[in-house]
C-alpha cells in the first residue's frame, strides 16, 4: 500500500509539469503537435487509472488535463457568458452550477464550450464562441472568438494570441501580451469550488445552533448594559428615577398617550427647531448644538422611561411578596430595578431560545417587540409627563414627602387586615 | 461551565469578524485607438487613490473592497465610449462605521495619458487624492459627500478644459495647482466644510470661476502671475482681502488691467470666513 501511494504521489506531482511539456511543444508542426497528443492520450490513461485507484487524486488530474464538460440534459444547468460585466451575477450562477458535482459535472454553454483542467489553445487554433474553464488556467496562443471565464485558474493571453471578448478570472489572474479586445476582470479569490459553497449545504443545523447562542448571548448583554446603565441612574438620579417610575405606576394610560403623542411628534418639533433657529439668523451658529442636545435628550428620556418602568415593575413584584409575608432582604431601586429588567428580558430570551421555531418564533419575536415598544413609550411618555422627574403631578405622591412614613408606605402590614381579608378582594399593590 | 461562558461570550465576536472580509478585485482594458473616453467613477466609501496610468491601458482599477457590504463595476459601453468604474452598496447600504476596517477598502484607478477624458468622480464617504496632472481633461465634474479629499494637477493638462466642477456636501476638499488645469470655467458648490482652492500652476487662458458655499472655511490661494478679481457676494462671512485692492464692488489685484490673462472669481458664501492667500 505505502508503494502504492508514493506511485499516486510521483503520478500527481508529475502531471502539472506533464501539462506545461505539452504547451509548450505545441505549435510547432504536424509532427510536434502529434506527439503532444501521444502524451495527453499518455497522460490522460495515467490520471484516469490513478483516479479510480484513488478517487482524492481525482480533482488534481483533472486540473493538469483539460476535459471538455459535457453539455447538460435539457433543463439541466447551462450558463450563459455572451455578457459577463455582471461579474457578481456570473459567479453566483457558476458557484450554483458547479457546487457538489463532483465527476458528475454537466453544464451547457450556450454558443460556447465548458473545459475542465488546463486549457490551451495553441496559435493555429481557433475557438468560436466563449469558453469556459474550470479548475484549470487557460493559456491563450491562438485565437479565441468570444468571451473567456476561468474558474480557479489564470489567463495567459500570448504574444500574437487574441481574445475577442472579455476575460473573467474567479480564482485567478491575467498575464501576457497578447491583444484583449474586451474588458479583463479578475478576481484572485473565489468562493465558487471552494469547501465553503460545498460546505453551506450542510451548515444549517449547526447555524441555527450557533445563532441561538448568539442571541441568547446578545440578550445577555443587553441585559447587562442596561443593569450597569440602571445602577448608575439609581447611583446619581434616584429621586428623579422614582418620580418617572411612580407616574409610570399611577397614571399608565395618560404615560402611555404622552408617549405616543411625543413619538409622533418628534420629527416635526426637530424641524421646527431647525427651522427656527436658522430664521433667527443668530441662532445658526446654535445649531449643531442644538442637533446634538436634542438627539441627546430624546436618548436620555427613552432610556431612563425604559429603565423607570423596569424600576416600577419590579417595585411592585417586590412589594407584593412583601405583602404575602415573603422576607426581602434589602428592598432598595437596584432590586427592583435588576428585576424588572430580568423581566423584561425574559421576553426576549424566549425569543432567543425559540426563535428558530418556524412560526412560533415569529410570534415570540413580535409579541417581544409590542411589550417592549409599549412599555418603551410608557417610560418615554412619563418622562415627559414628569419632567424627566421633576414634577411629581403625575406620581401619586398626594402626601407631602416628609408625611411618607413607613407605615404609610408599607401599609399592607404582615399582621392584620390582608392576613385576613375577605374573598374575592385584591392584595393592594401599593402601601398607599 | 467557565470555558462555556467564555465561548459563549466570544460568539458575537466571532460572527463580527467573520463579516469583515476584503476582496481583491481588478479590471483593465487595453487601448485600441480610443481617443476620447468619458469615465463615470462612483466611489462609495473607503481610500481611492487616481493617477495617468500606462498609454497601453485605456483605463485600469484595482481595488480591495469589503464584500458583505459593497460590489464593484466596470462596464465599458464601446459604442458611447463609456467607463462606469467603482464600488457601490451591495443593496445592504450602511457604512461600517464601528472601527477602521471600513479605511482599508482602497482603490487605484488610472486612465491613458494618450485620450482625451472626460471625468465624472462621485464620492461618498471617502478618502481621496485625484491627482489629475498628465491626463487629458476635457470636462471635470466631481461630487463628494462626506469626504476628504484633495485634488492635484501637478503637470499641466494635455487637453484644453471646457469645465471642471466641483460640489462638495459636508466634506474637506482641497483642489491644488487649478492653474496646470487648462480650464475655461470652474464651478465649486460646497454645503459645509473646509475648502482650499490652490490657484497655483501655469496659466496659459483667462479663465472664470464661480464658488458658492453654504458655511465653512474657504481659502483661496491667488498666482501673481495673472490678473486677480474678486467679487463677493457675503451674508455672515468674514472676508480678509490681503493684497487686493476693492474697487466698486470687487476686489482685484494690482495691475489687473493691465496682465494679459485674466483670473476672474466670484464668491456667494453665507456663513464662515473666507481667506485669500498669495502663491509664494
Known sequence: MPTLSRVLAATVLLLPCAGRVAQAEMGNGPTRSATVSMVRNFWALVSDVSALTHPQALSQASRAQAQPIPAAPPGGPSIDLSNISNTTAVERELERSLANKGSNLRLTVPRGSAWQGNYSLSSDESHPGDLLVVSGNADIAGKLLGNLVTVNGDVTVREGGLVSGDILTLGGTVHGDGEIGGEVRSFPSTSVLTPKSVATV??????????????????????????????????????????????????????????????????????????????????????????????????????????????????????????????????????????????????????AIFGWVPVAGDLIRGAAFLVTWLLGTAGFGAALLSRAGIRENFAGRLIPPEALTDEYLWATPQFGVPAARRPGTRTPTRGL | MRGALFALALLPWAGMASAQSMRPFSTFRQQHGETRLRANLQYAAGVLRLSAGPAAELYRMDVSYDQDRFVPRSEYDAARGEVLLGVETAGRGGLRVVSQNQLRQIAHVSFSPDIDLALDVGLGAVDAELELGGLRLTDLNLETGASRAVIRFSQPNGARCRSAQFSAGAA????????????????????????????????????????????????????????????????LSAFEPAGLVRRGDSFESPGYDRASRHLDIAVTTAVGQVRVEWEK
Not at chain 2, 490652490?198 to 496659466?203: A, E, H, L, Y
Open chain 1, 202 to 351: 450542510a451548515a444549517p443545523a449547526a447555524s441555527a445552533l450557533q445563532l441561538t447562542f448568539g442571541r441568547i448571548a446578545g440578550v445577555i448583554g443587553v441585559f447587562l448594559t442596561l443593569s450597569a446603565l440602571g445602577f448608575g441612574l439609581v447611583m446619581f438620579g434616584r429621586p428623579n428615577l422614582e418620580v418617572v417610575s411612580d407616574t409610570v405606576a399611577h397614571s399608565f394610560g395618560r404615560a402611555f398617550i404622552t408617549g405616543l403623542l411625543g413619538q409622533i411628534l418628534l420629527l416635526p418639533t426637530f424641524g421646527m427647531l431647525v427651522v427656527g433657529l436658522i430664521l433667527s439668523v443668530a441662532g445658526i451658529l446654535l445649531l449643531p448644538f442644538a442637533v446634538v442636545v436634542y438627539t441627546l435628550l430624546v436618548i436620555i428620556a427613552a432610556l431612563g422611561g425604559y429603565l423607570a418602568v423596569a424600576h416600577a415593575m419590579g417595585e411592585t413584584y417586590v412589594r407584593r411578596r412583601m405583602a404575602l409575608g415573603a422576607v426581602i432582604g434589602s428592598p432598595n431601586s437596584y432590586r427592583y430595578l435588576l428585576i424588572g429588567i430580568a423581566a423584561l428580558a425574559s421576553l426576549w430570551l424566549a425569543w
Open chain 2, 172 to 235: 474637506e476638499l482641497s483642489v491644488i495647482g487649478l492653474g496646470n488645469s487648462r480650464c475655461d470655467r470652474i464651478d465649486f458648490q460646497g454645503g459645509v466644510g473646509k475648502v482650499a482652492l490652490d490657484f497655483g500652476g501655469s496659466w496659459t487662458a483667462s479663465s472664470e470661476v464661480e464658488v458658492r458655499m453654504a458655511m465653512g472655511e474657504l481659502t483661496l490661494r491667488l498666482p501673481r502671475q495673472v490678473g486677480v478679481r474678486i467679487s463677493l457676494d457675503k451674508f
